[in-house]
């Protein structure tokens, strides 16, 4: 895990900043020696500010399972270094490298236009993912609080919602998920991908920690808002052997159920991940990156539906098959279907002059 101090961006995951798809021209440091000082970086965080036109998005892919997403933020100052968000931070002019853990763009009017598209009566409701993209409760959540509003909305319309994250600010809004858990509007999954908190800090710098995000599963399920974990993704070489204890301690703390992807590198993401992997773990980066690519049939990248996120070939039916044999001894009830409520919706909520009777 050595590497040249002066060479590795701590507190990042990306440890640098590739050009987009997008980008006909950029500066380059062809002769170095000739500079009197080196390319200036911005290391604090910006916040971009905007204000769309829509905010809930349609998911056609069915291995996610869920008809629509919604995501306050894009960018994620987590700085996990396999996020496949990263790839969607170029469509907005930015880099998926360093640019999308400091380039943070703040979507302000995030409840505002998920109240007027409850209120339109053609609206169906469908369990809303928080958040398809990049994590809800990121850093900047704690100064802008929109997920929270989020959840205050869709408790007023009584509109189903599930929550994904790695982070413990959740545990701020228990009272508005425990009333949503109270009309079985809303599931939780808490994403750990390990125990290691060594390994955390440089796959994850700016998450939660491990201890506190079981914590976190102990607090909601203690506080009867269903819940599981994510155990995603699974790098072969680096977290495959926690998954049996990931699943034990979670279970512990009250989880029934639990999910799974093996990593993979699409886009600019295999391009970040490989010099973090080689500037991170020298002594294993080309096994690591051999099996990553043997998941997915020498490729870092599989975008075929059905096998995109379990992988194929020997390697990953040996992980699936740890996760399946850890599941069913830890969670012997995971696999059970779980619905939200989708029945008590009322779009008729928003209506100020109703609310007065």
């Known amino acids: 895990m050595e590497h040249p101090e002066n060479d590795y961006f701590k507190g990042r995951g990306a440890q640098l900043n590739p050009n987009t798809r997008f980008q006909k021209n950029t500066y380059v440091q062809e002769h170095i020696e000739g500079l009197d000082e080196p390319f200036l970086q911005k290391e604090k965080t910006e916040i971009i500010y905007t204000y769309p036109k829509t905010i809930i998005n349609k998911v056609d892919s069915t291995d996610i399972g869920l008809a629509y997403s919604l995501n306050p933020y894009q960018g994620c100052e987590h700085g996990c270094i396999y996020c496949y968000a990263r790839n969607s931070h170029e469509y907005w002019g930015y880099s998926a490298g360093l640019d999308f853990e400091r380039k943070i763009i703040v979507k302000k009017n995030t409840a505002e236009l998920l109240e007027k598209t409850f209120s339109n009566k053609n609206w169906k409701p469908m369990p809303i993912m ?15 609080g929109l997920t929270r509003k989020v959840l205050e909305t869709c408790l007023k319309f009584k509109h189903p919602v599930g929550v994904i994250t790695k982070n413990a600010l959740i545990a701020r809004d228990i009272d508005v998920l425990k009333a949503l858990a ?94 973090w992997l080689e500037k991170t773990f020298p002594d294993r980066a080309e096994k690591v990156w051999n099996q990553i690519c043997e998941c997915h049939g020498g490729s870092p990248n599989d975008s075929r539906i059905g096998t995109r996120m379990s992988g194929e070939g020997k390697l990953a039916e040996s992980i699936m098959q740890l996760f399946r044999l850890s599941r069913s001894r830890f ?27």
């Open 182 to 275: 109270q009309h079985n509007l809303v599931h939780v999954m808490v994403s750990i991908t390990g125990t290691d908190e060594k390994v955390r800090q440089l796959l994850e710098p700016r998450t939660a920690t491990y201890k506190n995000r079981f914590e976190v599963v102990g607090m909601l399920s203690e506080n009867h808002i269903p819940c599981g974990v994510m155990v995603a993704p699974i790098i072969p070489g680096i977290n495959n052997h926690e998954i049996p204890g990931v699943l034990e301690q979670a279970s512990k703390m009250g989880a029934t159920s639990a999910g799974i992807t093996i990593v993979r590198l699409n886009g600019a993401i295999a391009q970040i991940f490989k010099d």
């Open 130 to 144: 928080l958040s398809g993209n990049t994590d809800c409760y990121q850093p900047l959540e704690r100064e802008f």
């Open 331 to 357: 969670m012997p009830k995971s696999g059970e279907a779980r619905s939200l409520n989708c029945d008590d919706f009322n779009y008729r909520a928003g209506d100020a002059q109703l609310s007065l009777f």
